[in-house]
């Protein structure tokens, strides 16, 4: 029997690099001991990943130092660096090294620089000088990190600016703005500061505010009050508002026409009356108009149950594709069918029965009824004849079995009244592991589901695993 090719090793040196790309440092750097062709191949990595996540003292002694050590072999080798991530437990009594080596990225034009930087608030990391003026830097996640009076930016090159846990002011704001002039994507990850985002005058498109740690404000200026943020867009195409916001209760959109596709899968903590909600969601909507590409999230949706039906039409008609990010239960019934009552022109609608909202253990037997039960009373129906008229897709992602008891009477509901539907996709959650239930639940589904297939008869129902 002859020796098995080493199919790797036949591989360009180009092809390998590619893939060591992908590796931690420290993974790259034991490739050496391989064969003869990968020893030399970690000295011309231009991808740099140091990962480390033990928290104790030693460990990250040894970790700083097998930094140091790696980028003073690649300095001497004259390599070409096109990314620099840095992933690890900070403490303050590292900040020199870290500052060793962002200047290092620096020097070396790195043009992606990921400071991912888990850490206390009382330790995040300064940011140096340097740093704020860099016309070679293209891409930037900055986690755990802080800035330090900055007059000015020159990001020449900028396009992507990711930042998480960070204060980033209203002042910061517009200097970054005005000094990104490529600047396409700004993403803020649980940060806090600021009450107006003004994206006038830059080249935005793309804005995603993920939470918004309104208790670092608390703790570092001692306000009581709750935040109102602002927002300003008007290159801005695609938006995403997620997450929790902590110590805020409105949020305002303003010259956001140049939006094609929104997700507002959000929700805040403190229990101000729902009609303090409702005014704030009918705002953001009404804004929001235009859009075609929608995604609403539980929260929305469940304080869209107290909304006014007869309002409803005239800020949602333009929707063609809506998703909704909810499981099919009694609390979210109300908001879900009046969503769809009011998106007239819908072709294309997404039900993602989130995980979260489920217990992970629970019974998949099926529990059908044959009327809805919302507030106390019985339904025959609760889509109107007029529902979904110009719908052609509906796809069910996440389906878990029964849960609630309402999930097949709503889909059956769907094909009851949506005539010109061509296609219902019903995908299983991805590592369902209990396989005689769920072939159980589809073939229930299935037969439930056909009865109903009357009205909607060019539509086709498929089971995804």
Avoid at 119 to 135: G, I, M, T
Avoid at 421 to 435: A, D, K, P, T, Y
């Amino acid at each position: 029997m002859g020796v098995a090719s080493d199919r790797f090793s036949s591989l360009p040196d180009s092809v390998l690099l590619h893939i060591l790309s992908f590796l931690p440092f420290d993974d790259v750097v034991r490739t050496t001991l391989l064969c003869k062709q990968w020893r030399p191949l970690w000295s011309f990595s231009t991808s740099l990943n140091f990962i480390h996540r033990p928290k104790d003292f030693i460990s990250l002694k040894k970790f700083a130092s097998f930094v140091d050590k790696s980028l003073i072999n690649l300095h001497c080798n004259n390599s070409s660096i096109s990314k620099l991530h840095l992933d690890f437990p900070f403490k303050r009594c590292f900040s020199s090294d870290v500052t060793v080596w962002v200047l290092f990225a620096i020097t070396h034009k790195v043009k992606e620089l990921n400071l991912i930087l888990s850490s206390d608030a009382e330790d995040l990391y300064k940011l140096p000088k340097r740093l704020f003026s860099n016309p070679f830097i293209e891409k930037v996640n900055w986690v755990g990190c802080k800035f330090d009076k900055v007059e000015v930016f020159r990001w020449d090159s900028l396009r992507e600016l990711r930042i998480g846990s960070i204060e980033f002011c209203d002042d910061m704001v517009r200097k970054v703005v005005f000094g990104s002039p490529c600047l396409e994507l700004l993403e803020l990850d649980n940060c806090w500061g600021f009450k107006r985002l003004d994206l006038v005058g830059g080249k935005v498109s793309k804005l995603v505010v993920n939470g918004y740690n309104g208790e670092a404000v608390k703790k570092n200026s001692m306000l009581l009050d709750f935040e109102v943020v602002e927002i300003e867009a008007p290159c801005v195409k695609v938006l995403e508002l997620k997450g929790c916001f902590r110590r805020m209760n409105n949020i305002q959109l303003k010259n956001v026409m140049s939006c094609v596709s929104v997700k507002l899968d959000f929700q805040f903590t403190k229990d101000e009356e729902r009609v303090n909600y409702v005014d704030m969601l009918m705002g953001m909507i009404g804004s929001l108009r235009h859009v075609k590409d929608v995604m609403l999230g539980t929260w929305c949706i469940e304080v869209m149950s107290s909304w006014p039906m007869n309002i409803l039409p005239f800020s949602m008609s333009s929707y063609e594709c809506l998703t909704l990010h909810t499981p099919i239960q009694e609390r979210y019934l109300p908001g879900i069918v009046r969503i769809l009552q009011s998106s007239s022109n819908l072709r294309t609608l997404i039900i993602h029965m989130a995980p979260p909202y489920f217990e992970f253990e629970a019974c998949f037997i099926p529990i059908v009824y044959d009327v809805y039960s919302v507030g106390g009373r019985c339904q025959l129906s609760m889509l109107s004849k007029n529902c979904g008229l110009h719908l052609k897709k509906i796809r069910i992602c996440c389906f878990e079995g029964m849960r609630s008891g309402q999930e097949v009477l709503f889909l059956r509901d769907l094909l009851l009244v949506c005539a010109n539907l061509e296609e219902m996709v019903i995908e299983w959650r991805s590592g369902h592991q209990n396989s005689s239930i769920r072939d159980a639940s589809d073939e229930f589904v299935a037969e439930s589901l056909l009865m109903v297939q009357k009205r909607s008869r060019n539509a086709v129902i498929l089971f995804n695993n």
